[in-house]
């Protein structure tokens, strides 16, 4: 009892002294926080006349004298000026974050460090907050909500951007390519969002310096890293369909060495879209990711980087299928994965000179085996693994504080080998590319750039762009970007024989399309041919030839507008369709050329904060498709088409939507309410998507009649989430809440409620 009466006695004797203290001395302690009341940490205190001083992990700085004017600043929030007597009166000091985007640092643009606001092209970036605002655990449900971009449901979860297909979009993580695309398609559902600290969107050509997969864009995603601090977490994830999502997150931080181990698993019982039909339209998968990654200092000029990651993926299924005698039941075992390893060496000897060496292996493989349920005899079994081996070496160079000087040369070799390959397949390759940054006036900056390819398949070619940037005002920068690019038929375009027992849907290459879907129509798997297979012939080269410009504006500190128009020009377009519909509601794709092909448009994004805690913003893009052809055929009066009365006429210009499986119109409504008192952040978003075809139903191979649509729809989705002091993070929301199914569309499964938390191991021991 005496003993704890003495703490007492002590405890009070350190308050009594603390306040004392406190009133003697001119040290003041605040803490630097967002609208939220959530700390920054990377905040800067500037006293006029004295050095900055940094925040602490916490948020918290402490000024040990009076100034008369003190300056808060951070990046991406507005700067704030306070006197010596406003700073005493405030117990937090708030800063507003600025509308839109314009200081996020963005690598993929330039291959270099720039900011949005000194980039002459169109580029967005979606950081932390913006994408745990979707609820998404996966790429495709993050991308979905963007501006311009479209999800297809071609052989998966495909992008969409300008008009043009997954085929022309380079994926990067951490600014690495991923390969593994099926019939041209990289799968977003492959990538998990949960270690994702940013996602960079480039849009328009990038073959100058990524190469001819950059054709229409490029989308990098950022990985987390730490630096200076260590950090655990646990999360678990729970959404409609028994879908799991438990992973893991550990980074260490030191002070020349940082490491991050992620893992994270997910797994699903599928749905289904067409229950009156044996087998799923989503099969039931299971999916792991594991990513380690591991970044320090070697010396003062020297730094490393090594990334790893794998992946694997099953799923399993049913399917019914129709042999000469009798209907039988086929069971479906489907298994897919990669394995990346990027070692990345980077010397700086001064300011001006900057070497990177950057190495890339890649290992991409599926196998897909289906069985007579009865018997367990092997009905197909098909294997498929690709390799791809990249060395570069990029040398940057800063002639002067206008001037920086990129060169980049590099070697890669890509070997293939299939099931219905007689031999193995192998690329060899070699590029150099040289960018210049010019900065001729402090209103004024040029990007222009050049890439030579020597491929062992495709021969010799150039990719030049130029951009340029003028500032007219403080608040009003208009940009405008010409570029050129190339890309060639590979081996999944001429010869996949592919079959993803997951989804259920067939790919054949250009040359085995008319015997795939003969093979399909003997198992009694097709329910309607949709394109002839024998119209699709050898494929050809593309070129393409693309404009963009546009603007950014800041009407008021409150408010951003940016505008983005543009033009693609595309020879042999090889474009991806489904040239037959399968009794599943799934569907068989082929690739074919399309002689000359226009994609142009616009895409408009308005951000504005109505008030301190509640944001607006509106996006809208329309785009117009056509190939140069079939309108000329039109105009000649050369194709025709049945009419409601089974009566043969001309179609006319009106009658042709363009090309399939574009939407003409499309945009999206978001508005971010904090709620101060709780703390609970809400999200709602409204996503539309306006109709676009779907299938050649009267045989003329064009989009020209009405129900060769799929109609519009409309996504509501709503997010809340709530982080808590000790960093604990909690989510509960829906997507698609009414539920909108579109038959066109099989990976949209309808509406989807999910839940989620995280808890910050670390910091719960610690407290």
Known sequence: MIRFNLNKISLLIFFLFSELSFGFSLQEEKKIVDSYGKPIPHALVKIEGEKVLLVDEKGVVSLDQTADKIIVFALGYESLQLTWEEWESKKAIILLEKSGNLQEVVVSATRTERSVEQLPMPVTVLNTIQIQNTGGVRLSEVLREQTGLQITSNHGSGLQMQGLDSDYILILLDGEPMIGRTAGTFDLDRISVSNIERIEILRGPSSAIYGSEAMGGVINIITKSYQDKSDLNLGLRHRSFNTWNPYFEL???????????????????????????????????????????????????????????????????????????????????????????????????????????????????????????????????????????????????????????????????????????????????????????????????????????????????LSPKISGQYQISENF????????????????????????????????????????????????????????????????????????????????????????????????????????????????????????????GLEVDVQVRLLENLRLSAGYAFLDTKDVEVIQQIENGEIFKRNDQNQTRRVTRSDYGGLFNRSRHSGNLKLNYQEKHSGIDLAFRAIFRGKFGFADLNGNLILDDESEYAPSWISYNMTATKTFENGMFLEIGGTNLLNTITAAQPNNPGRVIFLGVKLPILNLINR
Do not use: C
Not at 256 to 280: C, M, R, W, Y
Not at 534 to 559: C, H, M, V, Y
């Open 251 to 461: 980074g260490i931080g030191k002070d020349k060495l940082n490491a991050q181990i992620f893992i994270d698993h997910l797994q699903s019982d599928g749905f289904d879209l067409t229950p009156e039909v044996i087998g799923q339209t989503q099969n039931p998968y299971k999916a792991s990711t594991a990513q380690v990654k591991v970044s320090g200092m070697i010396s003062d000029k020297l730094s490393f980087n090594l990334f790893g990651r794998g992946y694997l993926e099953n799923s399993y299924g049913i399917l019914q299928t129709t042999g000469s005698t009798e209907t039988e039941l086929l069971d479906l075992d489907n298994q897919r994965g990669d394995i990346n390893f990027n070692p990345t060496l980077r010397f700086k000897p001064n300011a001006d000179w900057t070497f990177t060496l950057r190495g890339m292996s890649s290992w991409f493989s599926t196998r897909s085996e289906s069985n007579f349920r009865t018997s367990g005899e092997i009905f197909e079994f098909q294997e498929f693994d690709q390799f791809f081996h990249r060395t570069e070496l990029q040398t940057d160079f800063m002639a002067n504080s206008k001037n920086l000087i990129t060169l980049g040369v590099g070697q890669s070799v890509e070997t293939v080998e299939a099931t219905r390959f007689e031999e193995l397949n192998r690329f060899d390759a070699g590029y150099i590319f040289l960018q210049h940054i010019w900065d001729p006036l402090p209103n004024v900056n040029f990007v222009s750039g050049l890439r030579a390819d020597f491929h062992s398949q495709f021969g010799n070619r």
């Open 477 to 600: 920068s208009w940009q405008a970007s010409l570029g050129a690019g190339f890309k060639a038929p590979d081996f999944r375009q001429l010869l996949l024989n592919f079959n993803n027992a997951a989804a259920g849907y067939y790919v054949f290459g250009a040359n085995l399309a008319s015997d795939g879907i003969t093979k399909l129509q003997e198992q009694g798997l097709v329910a309607q041919v949709l394109i002839n297979p024998s119209s699709i012939g050898q494929l050809d080269a593309e070129t393409s030839r693309a404009l963009n410009t546009g603007f950014r504006w800041k009407p008021s500190s409150n408010s951003q507008v940016t505008l983005n128009a543009y033009r693609n020009e595309i020879d042999n377009l090889i474009e991806t369709a489904p040239i037959a519909q399968l009794v599943t509601g799934q569907n068989a794709f082929s690739y074919f050329n399309i002689s000359s092909v226009v994609t142009q």
